[in-house]
């Protein structure tokens, strides 16, 4: 008796030796879109930091960011990267959702605006008026901020077609004359101006605050509350691959080319993203939350408190 229990002792300890990618980890699915602000999920899945705190990451990209919520909600994925004000449109339809980091912050170091055809003759805000504008995903962080911009430059929004353009297809709907612009943001943006296709007219991040969060990692409440460990062991790897970044930028880069699938030439030159981190619910969140309102997508503030869960104390 005293060998067996011996030996199962023995066996216990062994176990709380192992590393934590030998031991069973939590399984997340999580949807992205091909931007490079969502870098810091790539990162950490590349370089095992997700591994190394317990969890394990299938990264999945989605066609754009209005389907993100969806697959989270639905249960096809555990995590989602929607910008804020999706997040927040789906909390207004009755969703319960939790958000715990951000991807990128402003302000933003990306190449960002509107894009028209090189030839088009649009040059200015006001030269959009009658135009089709594509945006990735209606209601979301890019057709709201070109909102606002065009408004604060005077234009009648009623008076622009807003439709949806994927921004992989910024220079390729461009040059179809499918759209007469694109809100869109680097890589795709710098892509299109290298090519000769398009150039910028003004970039609509200027309106936005510094501290803003560009993108947010979110989960359902049910989920949060029930892998509270795999979400601080997400948020953990997501502080190590920041700080690999910084560190590293060349292997940082290799993940943009796998993740976005664009060519290696085209990645080293984007610049790299503000990179995020904790969310302070105002900070991060209160210029959207404010937006959104003043936008009619919601029409009650969103309760920022209880939406963001904190990052751990160190």
Known sequence: MKRRTLMLASAAVALMALPLQAQERTHVTLLYTATTGFMT???????????????????????????????????????????????????????????????????????????????????????????????????????????????????????????????PQTGDAIRAGQVDAVASVDPFSSRAVDSGVGRLIGNYFDVIPDGSAAGIFVTTADWAAENAEAIEGMQRALIEAADFIREHEAEARESIARYTTLPPPVVAN???????????????????????????????????????????AE
């Open 41 to 167: 999920a790539w990162v950490a899945a590349d370089q095992g930091f997700f591994a190394n705190h317990g969890v394990d990451v299938d990264l999945q990209m989605a066609q754009n960011g209005s389907v993100i919520v969806a697959g989270v909600v639905s249960g096809s994925a555990e995590v989602g990267l929607p910008t804020p004000t999706v997040a927040f449109q789906a909390i207004e339809n009755g969703l319960d959702l939790r958000a715990f980091a951000s991807t990128n912050i402003f302000p933003e170091t990306a190449n960002a605006g509107v894009v028209v055809g090189a030839d088009s003759g649009i040059e200015t805000a006001a030269d959009l008026v009658g135009k089709t504008v594509g945006v990735p995903g209606v209601g979301g962080l890019l057709d709201v901020t070109m909102r606002q911009w065009l408004s604060t430059n005077g234009v009648d929004l009623s008076q622009v077609n807003i439709v949806e353009i994927g921004l």
């Open 270 to 312: 984007v610049p790299l993203p503000n990179l995020g981190g904790a969310l302070d619910p105002q900070v991060s969140l209160g210029f959207w939350n404010d937006l959104a309102v003043r936008q009619g997508l919601i029409y009650e503030p969103i309760d920022l408190e209880t939406f963001v869960i904190p990052f751990p």
